[in-house]
Structures are given as C-alpha cells and as structure tokens.
C-alpha cells in the first residue's frame, strides 16, 4: 500500500542549529515533492516545492533534498531560530494524478534557546 | 491580494444533520482543493475542482461532496453527520489545475459533530 512517513516524534533543537526533518515514501512514484509548515490552528504554508530531476533546491535558510533511489526528501533548517517551531508535513503526487496531493503525517519542531 | 478565505470558522453539529462549508479562493485562481485534517489521519484529500469540474476524488463516502461555481468559489457539503467527521476542514485553491504549483491554504473550518 502507499504510504508517507514522517517522524511522529518531536524534533527538539537549540537555537542555531541545523534541523533535518525526513519524509519517506513507499509506492509512490511522484513527479515532485512539496513541503509545508503548519502553526497550531492555521491552514498550512508552502514552503518548497522539488521536481523528481532535482537533488536540491534552496531557499534561504531552508534546504530540501530529493532521492528517488532511496524514496526520501530531507528538509534542513539552517540556523534554526525559536520562531521555526511548528509542524512541518511533506506532500506528494503520483504521477498521473497531479491533482491529488497526498500529506504525511508531519514533525513538530520545537527550537528552543 | 486577500487570501482563501473560508466560513463559517468553527461549526457544531449533532449526529445526523448536513452541513455546507464555503470557500473563495484568491482572486484569479481557478483551481481549488479540499482537505480534512484529523488528529489520528492527518491530512487527506478529498477533491479538487477546476472549472467548476472535479478533476479527482480522494477515499471519502459519498456523504462528502463538493461543487465549484462560475466565480471559482467553492462549497462542501457533508451529509448525515457522524462523530467521525469532527475535524479541521481545509480549502487551498491554485492559479492553475493540479497541484504542480504551491497550493494556498484558507484558515480552515472546525466542525464538531456532538
């Protein structure tokens, strides 16, 4: 069956700091991959988006990785500041059904000083 | 611009009743999806439109649907209520059809079903 996993646990950083959050996936093929941060009661934000033919895109301090091979995405806050504490969801489409955006479960993140 | 907006805000309603939620998405975009948001599934799809189409479905009964008028605004309907449809119902809507672009998120709908 399809899945994508994230780490359930919370992810918990001092300030200034890199945190790497992981996303996996099983019997996906997915033309790209997309990551979300989510504050407590709030809809989710985007925050990157990388295609199947991309090892790495980055964004100011944030960085995702892509590997097909292995069927994960990495997604790396650099300098992590107390305000990059929220839930961060990872969401793909299959191939053919680009419509259909499909999320894990997500990572807390807490960064405390 | 404004953003997607989404009403009513907070919703309670007994086992057995239907309920319409209303979303407009961000001027100019066409392409608007629905989402449900729980504690124990997290996220999940329930369908996207564009055009005032529905381009795909996710997993739901048939007791979930949803429609898309002219001016790209969109409703979902639940009806028959049950326990298990307490959640945050979310909308996003797209410049474009298909979610190859970032999807805007609305501040969703939390329905409680009593």
């Known amino acids: 069956s399809q899945k994508i996993e994230q780490n359930s646990e919370a992810l918990n950083i001092q300030e200034g700091k890199t945190a790497t959050l992981t996303c996996n996936y099983t019997?996906?093929?997915?033309?790209?991959l997309q990551w979300y941060r989510q504050d407590p009661g709030r809809g989710p934000v985007f925050l990157l988006l990388?295609?199947?033919?991309?090892k790495e895109k980055r964004k100011e301090r944030l960085k995702v990785t892509f590997d097909t091979t292995l069927k994960q995405s990495l997604f790396h806050i650099t300098a992590s500041q107390p305000a990059d504490s929220a839930t961060y969801l990872c969401?793909?489409?299959?191939?053919?059904?680009?419509?259909?955006?499909?999320f894990g479960t997500g990572t807390r993140l807490q960064v405390t000083l | 611009k404004a953003g997607v907006t989404q009403t009513p805000r907070y919703l309670i309603k007994t086992r057995g009743q239907q309920v319409t939620l209303s979303c407009s998405p961000i001027?100019?975009?066409?392409?608007v999806s629905w989402y449900q948001q729980t504690p124990g599934q997290g996220l999940q799809f329930l369908f996207e439109?564009?055009?005032?189409?529905?381009?795909n479905k996710g997993n739901f009964p048939g007791r979930f649907s949803g429609r898309q008028f002219s001016n790209s605004r969109s409703e979902m309907n639940v009806s028959t209520l049950e326990l298990g449809d307490s959640a945050l119902y979310l909308c996003?809507?797209?410049?474009?059809?298909?979610?190859?672009?970032?999807?805007?998120f609305g501040p969703g709908t939390r329905l409680t079903v009593l």
């Open positions: 996003a809507s797209s410049p474009t059809k298909g979610t190859y672009n970032e999807q805007f």
């Open positions: 019997n996906y093929s997915p033309a790209y």
């Open positions: 439109y564009f055009s005032e189409t529905q381009r």
């Open positions: 990388i295609r199947e033919n991309e």
């Open positions: 969401a793909l489409a299959d191939t053919g059904t680009a419509s259909k955006l499909t």
């Open positions: 001027s100019g975009h066409r392409s």
